[in-house]
T-cell receptor
């Protein structure tokens, strides 16, 4: 599988501030996604990060709150803006798509996650 | 839309007990099915997968068979270990990104 890293691994932030999370993959991937896992809950897809164009957001998530960048096939960022305690979650980057012989089309792999606590 | 329903936890078993975690799905077309595992304090790992009907995915003693007639993908292990304690997520992938079930927390006691 591809090696996926995320920075920071965890952070504690004050309400009203913003945090940018980085996701780096060791090979080129077609698809990159951002998920949120609230405490004790399952994973919810925030958006699909599209290279060179605006991200595709799922219902309930908007660009102003979660701006996403994807400048190339190995890197993406997710910003959590104007944070409130309800944004305290684990944010996970996920990748999928053809990348040599490392990833098949139907598989998705996940980064280690960024644990965010908002006070 | 596509959805996954898995049994609610938590599940507590003694070491060497038999494990079954039920998972059923609703999807259009022919999705691929997955089980992911999340160990305490760690990220999500792919445990096993099946891409078509009657396929059996297996890994680390865990198995699951893609049953199209019952739209199910139940996870089984014959003899669990304390190290299997984790949260298990059933997921499907059709023409959209992965859709997850709510997760089942498994605790194995010695």
């Amino acid at each position: 599988s591809a090696v996926i890293s995320q920075k920071p691994s965890r952070d504690i932030c004050q309400r009203g501030t913003s945090l940018t999370i980085q996701c780096q993959v060791d090979s080129q991937v077609t698809m990159m996604f951002w998920y949120r896992q609230q405490p004790g809950q399952s994973l919810t897809l925030i958006a699909t990060a599209n290279q060179g164009s605006e991200a595709t957001y799922e219902s309930g998530f908007v660009i102003d709150k979660f701006p996403i960048s994807r400048p190339n096939l190995t890197f993406s960022t997710l910003t959590v803006s104007n944070m409130s305690p309800e944004d305290s979650s684990i944010y996970l980057c996920s990748v999928g798509g053809l990348a040599g012989d490392k990833i098949t089309y139907n598989e998705q792999f996940f980064g280690p996650g960024t644990r965010l606590t908002v006070l | 839309g596509d959805s996954v329903t898995q049994m609610e936890g938590p599940v507590t078993l003694s070491e060497e007990a038999f494990l079954t975690i039920n998972c059923t799905y609703t999807a259009t077309g022919y999705p691929s099915l997955f089980w992911y595992v999340q160990y305490p304090g760690e990220g999500l790992q792919l445990l096993l997968k099946a891409t078509k009907a009657d396929d059996k995915g297996s890994n680390k003693g865990f198995e699951a068979t893609y049953r199209k007639e019952t739209t199910s993908f139940h996870l089984e292990k014959g003899s669990v270990q304390v190290s299997d304690s984790a949260v298990y997520f059933c997921a499907l992938k059709g023409n959209t990104p992965l859709v997850f079930g709510k997760g089942t927390r498994l605790s194995v006691i010695a």
